[in-house]
């Protein structure tokens, strides 16, 4: 037993203790914040205002502005400031009402990947300010995240941070590196290739994949633009849907048939395709644009109907999502880091400048106004 002077002082601290935790002011914690920014800031955010009914207008969207404090995350959260927003085709699908990448709801922000750079984070969370990160942030010049829902964005001295969305980007130089190697295989030297949508984002990288592995690559794209751009840049045969006879074009460039085929359009191009494939040929199916603009989960996707082709010529078609071939990520990075540094990749950018410019860059993707990966900088 303790003495009675001993258990009176151990009473005494005891009491302290408490007195000190419910009468004294609790000290806050210290602020995480970017210097010399002020609390409040003017926070912009596209949000779905309607539902496209076919192609997105820029009417769906609507501009809302608000004033955002930045010293009050919740312990969990950060802000983050938007520095550069990436465009991509899938992104059309999510503004439908069921979406495989996640509906976004009436008055919700527009899906958009994006880099930016931490200016406030909450006690708990395990960023602090002046990280650069990258993730689903949406069309906003500040993002209030968790940070489950982004990653830390790998700066690299000779690497700009424009391609981390685009050529080596998930969604872009990844998925294209996947789709050409991984897949199916790789095409084989002499083979003939055909890339649709092959000015596009990933199609442009596709593109510039295959005919690296020695195949014969025809890429078919919209426009005399285009078509210039696969041919004189890219170097390959290109044809021009726009200008019609797909078929002659088609029979003109690959009087062998084909071999091998990356489809991101899908549509009457992959039927054109499966009527000329030769024995033991390979489909990968990448996307399909040409489908997207309100046809997906309401029964009118356009199928391919030469799908028999397939049975005859003893060929496989397969359609894949980048994110089951994680394990492929290091491999792609390191070789797309290579050719690219080594000048023997490029991926052309389309940049838009403002906020304000997203709902025509949304539009100019799928009317066929641009080359290569769009980028909003903010």
Not at 84 to 110: N, P, Q, S, Y
Request: glycine share 10%; proline share 6%.
């Amino acid at each position: 037993m303790c003495s009675r002077i001993t258990c009176l002082s151990l009473l005494i601290l005891i009491a302290a203790i408490v007195a000190s935790k419910w009468l004294l002011p609790s000290t806050p914690p210290p602020l995480r914040i970017l210097p010399d920014l002020t609390c409040n800031q003017q926070r912009e955010r596209w949000v779905l205002n309607s539902r496209p009914s076919g192609a997105f207008k820029v009417s769906d969207a609507k501009l809302i502005t608000d004033v955002l404090d930045i010293c009050k995350p919740s312990p969990g959260e950060v802000v983050v400031k938007m520095e550069t927003l990436g465009l991509d085709a899938f992104l059309r699908t999510m503004l439908d009402a069921e979406a495989f990448h996640g509906a976004v709801d009436i008055g919700k922000t527009l899906p958009a990947f994006g880099i930016g750079t931490i200016v406030a984070s909450g006690v708990n969370a395990t960023f602090t300010p002046g990280t650069v990160v990258m993730g689903m942030f949406g069309a906003t010049n500040y993002a209030v995240v968790t940070p489950g829902e982004m990653g830390p964005f790998p700066t690299l001295p000779i690497v700009p941070p424009e391609l981390g969305l685009g050529l080596l980007s998930l969604t872009t130089g990844i998925t294209a590196h996947v789709g050409i190697y991984n897949v199916l295989g790789s095409p084989k030297k002499d083979q003939t290739v055909v890339i649709s949508a092959a000015a596009g984002a990933v199609g442009t990288v596709a593109t510039q994949l295959a005919k690296r592995t020695g195949a014969k690559v025809i890429g078919v794209a919209g426009g005399p633009q285009k078509r210039a751009f696969l041919e004189d840049d890219l170097g390959v045969l290109a044809v021009d849907y726009k200008a019609g006879d797909v078929k002659g074009q088609l029979d003109k460039l690959a009087p062998d048939g084909i071999d091998f085929f990356f489809d991101g359009a899908g549509g009457d191009i992959l039927d054109e395709v499966l009527a000329r494939i030769n024995y033991n040929s390979r489909i990968v199916i990448c996307g399909a644009a040409s489908q997207y603009s309100g046809n997906l989960n309401v029964g009118s996707v356009q199928g391919p109907s030469n799908y028999l082709k397939l049975a005859e010529k003893d060929s496989t078609m397969k359609g894949f999502v980048v994110l089951n071939y994680m394990w492929r990520i290091p491999f792609a990075m390191i070789d797309l880091i290579y050719l690219w540094s080594t000048s023997k990749i490029a991926l052309r950018e389309s940049i838009v400048h403002g906020l304000n410019e997203f709902p025509d860059a949304m539009v100019k993707m799928f009317s066929g106004g641009h080359i290569g990966k769009i980028l909003v900088k903010l």
